[in-house]
């Protein structure tokens, strides 16, 4: 008896560690991480070009839209694009998802002299990607890189290959091409040229080719972003990042920003 009891308050001990390592953060502490790792910024960055890309894509799917239509969609993306809207909505991914057993390992590298660096290298990075459009962007990234040394170049590539960088933007353009498709449906009253099972498998054919173009799209944002900043620390950048906590927090911040990005556009014409 006394084995079994023994055993049973050993297990009941590692239940209760199992739980509390996977424990919800508070709100505040998932806005504090937001605000540290720089998510909190770059969200409020992309709503320009969210706004941007969404008027795009309704005068491409149909070039004979109505000026009503063309109004109310302008109305109904300044409605739910907003930084507001969009935090609220990574900010409760991250609170369900992110460990807390985590949380110290994430706090000591982004209030770090390093993670601030690098945290400030990516806000101002994300500001500038609001006020310059992709391709000058890229054409930069791209100067930066051929002028890189094969050292540097292995340092950049390390930091795509530990962010995921092609396969998770990948994820988001396919889901987001979906959601984007329903929208422009509900505000045009027209249905899809395509179902929603026949559209996500069409874009699941380009994968491998999408994958490919993010993944050089992020080595020359990358060398961009990071052009200031010293082999020495882009590498110790790297170390945490392919780390357990740091892995786990960049695909959860890649999965809260997706479903921010996907809330949004799920709201227009509802």
């Given at each position: 008896?006394?084995?079994?009891?023994?055993?049973?308050?050993?297990?009941a001990?590692?239940?209760?560690a199992?739980?509390?390592?996977h424990?919800?953060l508070?709100e505040?502490q998932?806005?504090?991480l937001?605000k540290?790792?720089g998510?909190w910024?770059?969200?409020?960055?992309?709503?320009?070009?969210?706004?941007e890309?969404?008027?795009?894509?309704l005068?491409k799917a149909?070039?004979d839209?109505?000026e009503?239509?063309?109004?109310?969609?302008k109305a109904?993306?300044?409605?739910?694009?907003t930084a507001?809207?969009?935090?609220?909505?990574?900010?409760k991914?991250?609170?369900?998802g992110v460990?807390?057993?985590?949380t110290?390992?994430l706090?000591a590298?982004?209030?770090?002299?390093?993670?601030?660096r690098?945290?400030q290298?990516?806000?101002?990075?994300?500001?500038?990607?609001?006020?310059t459009d992709?391709?000058?962007?890229?054409?930069?990234?791209?100067?930066?890189?051929?002028?890189a040394?094969?050292?540097r170049?292995?340092?950049?590539?390390?930091v795509?290959?530990?962010t995921r960088?092609?396969?998770?933007?990948?994820?988001v353009?396919?889901?987001?091409g979906?959601?984007?498709?329903?929208?422009l449906?509900?505000?045009?009253?027209?249905?899809?040229?395509?179902?929603?099972?026949q559209l996500?498998?069409?874009?699941?054919?380009?994968r491998?080719q999408?994958?490919?173009?993010?993944?050089?799209?992020?080595l020359?944002n990358?060398?961009l972003?990071y052009?200031?900043?010293p082999?020495e620390?882009?590498?110790s950048?790297?170390?945490?990042m392919?780390?357990?906590?740091?892995d786990h927090f960049?695909?959860?911040?890649?999965?809260?920003?997706?479903?921010?990005l996907?809330?949004?556009f799920?709201?227009?014409?509802?």
């Open positions: 008896m006394q084995g079994l009891i023994r055993r049973a308050a050993f297990g001990t590692l239940l209760l199992a739980a509390a390592a424990a919800q508070s505040a998932a806005e504090q937001m540290l790792s998510g910024s770059q969200i409020a960055s992309m709503v320009p070009q969210m706004k890309s969404f008027d795009e894509g005068a149909d070039k839209i109505s009503a239509v063309r109004q109310k969609a109904e993306a300044a409605r739910t694009f507001d809207r969009l935090r609220a909505t990574a900010r991914t991250l609170a369900e460990r807390a057993s985590y110290p390992e706090l590298w982004y209030q770090s002299a390093d993670g601030r690098v945290t290298a990516e806000e101002r990075a994300a500001e500038e990607d609001s006020r992709q391709e000058t962007r890229t054409r930069a990234g791209v100067a930066v890189l051929q002028a040394t094969p050292e170049r292995q340092v950049l590539l390390r795509v290959e530990v960088a092609g396969p998770a933007t990948t994820d353009v396919i889901n987001l979906v959601a984007v498709a329903s929208s449906s509900r505000l045009t009253g027209k249905a899809p040229p395509m179902s929603e099972t996500r498998a069409e874009l699941e054919t380009q491998p999408m994958v490919r173009a993010f993944e050089g799209l992020a020359a990358a060398a972003v052009k200031d900043l082999d620390l882009v590498s950048y790297v170390s945490f392919a780390g357990a906590a740091g960049n695909d959860l911040t890649n999965r809260a920003i997706e479903a921010a996907l809330e949004a799920g709201a227009i014409g509802r």
